[in-house]
Structure formats: structure tokens, C-alpha cells
Nanobody, 130 residues
Framework: QVQLVESGGGQVHPGDSLKLTCTASGSSFSNYRTAWFRQAPGKEREFVAIISGSGASTFYAYDVKGRFTASRDNAKNLVFLSMNSLKPEDTAVYYC???????????????????????WGQGTQVTVSS
């Protein structure tokens, strides 16, 4: 069992940076690959990024690639999402999600399907506006 809590959201201006943190409770967190999703008002939850249990492998959604970076500190049970060059369209509630299994699946569909993930945090709001 894993419990996840996101933090670090806030309101920023376009072009600013923000770093989200997902804090996990439970042991052996390195056995869980962890993803970030986001959901804007009136839209479906969408995949943002995934990081393997070791942190060695990451994948990103097309529209955040090069701007967002996922990382983790397994010694502290933390997963991060560093977001740079933020745009108004990045405004959403951001969620971290985890599933037992350290290796990222080869299928992008499997990586990005929210139904694959068993554990979810409550979300943190990110608002990008001028």
C-alpha cells in the first residue's frame, strides 16, 4: 500500500517555473513507477510524465517535453515534477499516481492510461496566468 500527497502548486505567470513534490508513505517505494497526470476544468485527466522506480527512465507527453522534468529521491520517498516555461494551458490540477512495478512499460498507451494506476494523491492546483 502506498499513500501519495502532492504539494508545491500555486499561481504563477507565463514563463515562470514551479516544482511539484509527491510524498509517498509506505516502504519499498522504489518498487513503484510513478506518473504525473493533470486535469483542467471540463477536460479529461491527461498524462504528463512517468518515472521508473529507479529514476533511470522517464517519458513525457509531447506538449511538456523539454519543459518538464520528472525525478525522484527514493531515500526520502519523494517524486518531483520540475516545470519550466509554464504556459496558461498548463493550468490544471496535477496528480501523482503510482503502480507496483519499477519498470516503465514499453507501450505509451499503458504508460499514459490513468486506469493502470492503483494509487493516487489528492492533487495540487497549478494556475498560470498573467
Amino acid at each position: 500500500q502506498v499513500q501519495l500527497v502532492e504539494s508545491g502548486g500555486g499561481q504563477v505567470h507565463p514563463g515562470d517555473s514551479l516544482k511539484l513534490t509527491c510524498t509517498a508513505s509506505g516502504s519499498s517505494f522504489s518498487n513503484y513507477r510513478t506518473a504525473w497526470f493533470r486535469q483542467a476544468p471540463g477536460k479529461e485527466r491527461e498524462f504528463v510524465a512517468i518515472i521508473s522506480g529507479s529514476g533511470a527512465s522517464t517519458f513525457y507527453a509531447y506538449d511538456v517535453k523539454g519543459r518538464f522534468t520528472a525525478s525522484r529521491d527514493n531515500a526520502k520517498n519523494l517524486v518531483f515534477l520540475s516545470m519550466n516555461s509554464l504556459k496558461p494551458e498548463d493550468t490544471a490540477v496535477y496528480y501523482c499516481a503510482a503502480i507496483l512495478g519499477a519498470v516503465n512499460p514499453p507501450s505509451s498507451r499503458s504508460r499514459s492510461d490513468p486506469n493502470q494506476y492503483h494509487y493516487w494523491g489528492q492533487g495540487t492546483q497549478v494556475t498560470v496566468s498573467s
